[in-house]
């Protein structure tokens, strides 16, 4: 757990009326790490004045910190990854419900919670990566594909007990219902050609290696793997839109309840949703950015475009446990 506190830097070229009061403070507790929050509350105290003081922690951890610290909390924003843990979130009444034109015409409906008390602010693609020696880009087709007996133990997945993949799976039920998905898992597992993996680098690198032809993996590991070895043997496969399309997911944010400075926390999440800040809040972990105006970074185009699910990503959350005992009953594990 670790506290970092962002000075103003306050250039003379700043506007007054751009410019905070000398004491104006936001707290945020997050769950993103250090490195991919920084630049960017950086870049909002140099803009307006406002400093930006943070908490970094595991969700469910700060969640609870958040639930007890009561009305003496000092944080004005929880700021995590994945829909699901945002929903969780909300269902623990911590979130404020946030009225503003400028997050709902930058944040697309899907994308955001229908309650209005969470934000996305990045979004990332899981989706699937082959080895394209191994296999061609036709015989994919789908996330239900990879249950085909053709892929037998020729598969690589991460455990089924990271959120990522639980997500996954909750949009595939919320999309397609609870048997139909059920026979699709049960037909991974039948096709896994190793134990599950407990981290999505490693499916990508087994997929490199030939140890596995496909797996299923967030596109951000891709680009850390990508980055580090340009002639890496793997590639991204996106489904089509008749296929189902790409399961999508977000890191996100919401103003807190007993939020000290409750504006001032909105006008900070209208900031990261806008045109400014969205380019670099995504580039900074290879993400695509929420906002429909703004492009990703070249880096991330490269992969190529895709059409994404757009059932609204609160089904992560609400769908959740009953994904959970689906994988278990499924044996993936």
Not at 60 to 76: F, V
Request: proline fraction near 6%; include cysteine.
């Amino acid at each position: 757990m670790t506290w970092k506190l962002w000075p103003a830097v306050l250039s003379i070229f700043l506007s007054p009326l751009v410019q905070a009061a000398p004491d104006a403070t936001l707290t945020v507790y997050s769950e993103r790490k250090e490195h991919l929050i920084k630049p960017v509350f950086d870049a909002y105290t140099k803009k307006t004045g406002v400093k930006v003081k943070y908490l970094t922690d595991n969700t469910a951890t700060l969640i609870q910190r958040i639930k007890a610290e009561g009305t003496k909390s000092p944080a004005d924003i929880l700021l995590t990854v994945d829909a699901g843990n945002l929903w969780s979130a909300a269902q623990a009444g911590i979130f404020e419900e946030v009225k503003s034109e400028s997050l709902q015409k930058n944040v697309p409906a899907h994308l955001r919670d229908p309650g209005n008390r969470w934000f996305g602010l990045s979004q990332r693609a899981r989706t699937i990566v082959y080895n394209p020696t191994k296999v061609k880009p036709e015989q994919i087709k789908s996330f239900e594909n990879l249950a085909d007996p053709s892929f037998k133990k020729r598969l690589c997945l991460r455990s089924a007990k990271k959120v990522y993949n639980q997500s996954l799976v909750a949009m595939l039920v919320a999309e397609k219902g609870e048997a139909p998905v059920e026979k699709v898992v049960k037909g991974w597992v039948q096709n896994l050609a190793a134990p599950v993996f407990q981290d999505d680098t490693a499916v990508i690198d087994a997929v490199a290696a030939g140890q596995c032809d496909v797996g299923v993996v967030n596109t951000y590991y891709f680009g850390r793997a990508l980055e580090k070895n340009p002639k890496l043997s793997a590639k991204l496969f996106f489904p089509a839109k008749e296929a189902g399309g790409v399961h999508v997911n977000v890191s996100g944010a919401g103003v807190l309840k007993n939020a000290p400075h409750k504006a001032e926390a909105v006008k900070f999440l209208e900031w990261l949703a806008g045109p400014e800040a969205q380019g670099q809040f995504a580039q900074l972990n290879h993400e695509y950015p929420v906002n429909p105006a703004v492009s990703p970074s070249s880096f991330v185009q490269s992969w190529g475009k895709f059409d994404a699910m757009l059932i609204n990503m609160a089904k992560a959350g609400e769908l959740q446990e009953k994904a959970i005992k689906l994988m278990d009953r499924a044996g993936y594990n």
